[in-house]
């Protein structure tokens, strides 16, 4: 068994002893602290940060896997947020990088924090709405524009910031932040990498919830398969009549499409360099693409039971109709892909199977 494998075994079998439906529920209606405390303890949370700065030196691919059964289990723990872009973005600063669950501001590319300097401390400036578990997390890592084209780090404490609280589709907490007029001290705040910028902190974003939207697709397509097999009508499953087929038949090539976007996304990023755009934007599209039609079918296979909430269904399409549209959604993505076709010289086919240019065109993602 490889090395992988032994990991998503060891997750899956932690994440379906204690994040069950019944978790998940409960979530949606106040927290999971003590669910979060033992992820960290395990070492999932900071999976990509070298041992001696408190992570445990795994791979890329291998934080997404950890992500991708977050997905397939509908955690409610900011596990994405916090391993793969605020560490990302502090630790590629040189900051040091705290423990408990982590957020990023601004996640909406129209819009911007400032910072400048005040004595010895940085005063922030500005708002960004929709902030991913913002109610929950304890530091609010953001991407601000300092003093000329400077773009710096900063570790805000989250109990520092004013929020407005909402929640998206699935329950999942998110918050409207002001920032205006909050100090951080010298020691938090950073240049930002040279790749680090806000189209790039946005295509992590889409990334991530990219990864889990396919942990959410591949697990609502067990849950039709394993219904039409054991739902019988007329004296036989109900998968063997045509249209039920035609719909299993459906979801299956949409997963496996979009399976071979994120993977391919996954394969070309790492932490030291920029974002590959062009794959991950192809991997946010296909998953958003799917995730319309794979819970419009799964839905009709299953029938009235797929919208009780005692049925986990509901929680997992749920969960990829919101993230479909969170760090823009497959119509952004797409938008931009094919602005950056028509300026290529091979046209779209180079774009996608050879040639990568460095960034899409530059017209910022709508959220």
Known sequence: MSHRSELEEVVDGFLTSHCGPDVVRAAERGGAGALWDAVEELGWTLPTLPEADGGSDASFADACAIIRLAGRHAAPLPLGETALIAAWMLHTAGLPVPRGPMTIAPVRGDESIGARREGERWVLSGRAGAVPWAPEASTIVVLADGPGDERLVAAVPAASVRRADAANLAGEPRAD???????????????????????????????????????????????????????????????????????????????????????????????????????????????????????????????????????????????????????????????????????????????????????LDREPVAS
């Open 177 to 359: 932040l002001d920032v205006t007029g909050v100090e951080v001290a010298p020691e938090a705040v950073a240049p930002a990498a040279a790749f680090v910028d806000r189209d790039a902190v946005l295509a992590r974003g889409a990334l991530v919830r990219a990864v889990l939207m396919l942990g959410a697709l591949e697990r609502i397509q067990d849950l039709t398969v394993e219904y039409a097999k054991d739902r019988r009508q007329f004296g036989r499953p109900i998968g063997r009549f045509q249209a039920v087929g035609h719909h299993v038949a459906q979801i299956a090539r949409d997963v496996a499409l979009a399976r071979a976007a994120v993977e391919s996304a996954i394969d070309a990023t790492s932490d030291d360099g920029a974002p590959p755009v062009v794959e991950i934007a192809i991997a946010k599209t296909m998953c958003g693409r799917a995730a319309g039609s794979v819970a419009k079918r799964a839905h009709q296979v299953h029938g009235a039971i797929g919208v009780t909430e005692e049925y986990a269904l509901q929680l997992l399409t749920r969960r990829v109709w919101a993230w479909r549209d969170e760090f823009g959604s497959e119509f952004d993505w797409a938008r931009r892909l094919a602005a950056t076709a028509t300026i290529t010289d091979a046209g779209m086919w180079e774009l996608i199977s050879s040639t990568r240019p460095a960034r």
